[in-house]
Structure formats: structure tokens, C-alpha cells
């Protein structure tokens, strides 16, 4: 949501972004006038891009990726033994947990 020029927020859906957006690509203009001048934060317009390019190419607005926020891996018995795990968190984030 932005404030209007009386103090009021604004709250704005997603068709009229897709309409910012499209504005500011022909618009020639530097984005803050542009964000000025529509009377939008730069942050915002930054995010609704982002999400907007991301229902595009094939996700949702306001969902998350379909990959699942928990994975139960069962029980893990090491029976004495070490156990080592290595995650791959993506973008070259590795997460290593070592019990001896």
C-alpha cells in the first residue's frame, strides 16, 4: 500500500501493477521521477516486479514454490556410529552438520 497525497493509503492490486509497470517501461524515465511521479515507493515497485515476472514465468502471485517447507526424513538410527548431512540450500549454500 502507498499514501496517497491527503495522507490516505492506497492499496493497489494486481492488475493496476502489471499497468505501473508497463507505464514505467515506456516511459523513458528515470525510476524514482517514475516512482514519484505515480506516488509509489521504489521498494514497492521493485517487489511487485519481481512478483509479477515471477507469475510469469509460471508461479502463482502470493503462493510459495511447491516445494514443501517440511520433509520428514523418518528416524535415523546411527546405531554408535557418526552421522553426517549435507544440504544444499541452492545459490552455492551448503549447510554440513557432523555428529561423531
Known amino acids: 500500500m ?10 493497489r492490486g494486481e492488475r493496476e501493477w502489471r499497468a505501473i509497470v508497463s507505464r514505467f517501461g515506456r516511459s523513458g524515465l528515470e525510476l524514482e521521477a ?4 505515480e506516488g509509489i515507493s521504489a521498494a514497492s515497485f521493485y517487489r511487485w516486479r519481481r512478483m509479477l515476472g515471477e507469475a510469469r ?3 502463482a502471485l502470493g503462493r510459495q ?5 517440511f520433509v520428514d526424513l523418518g528416524a535415523l538410527r546411527t546405531r554408535g ?5 549435507k544440504l544444499d540450500l541452492g545459490e552455492g549454500l551448503v549447510l554440513h552438520l557432523v555428529r561423531s
Open 57 to 59: 514465468a509460471g508461479r
Open 65 to 69: 514454490d511447491t516445494v514443501p517447507a
Open 2 to 11: 502507498e499514501q496517497n497525497g491527503k495522507g490516505k493509503w492506497v492499496r
Open 81 to 85: 556410529r557418526g552421522l553426517e548431512v
Open 34 to 37: 517514475f516512482c514519484q511521479h
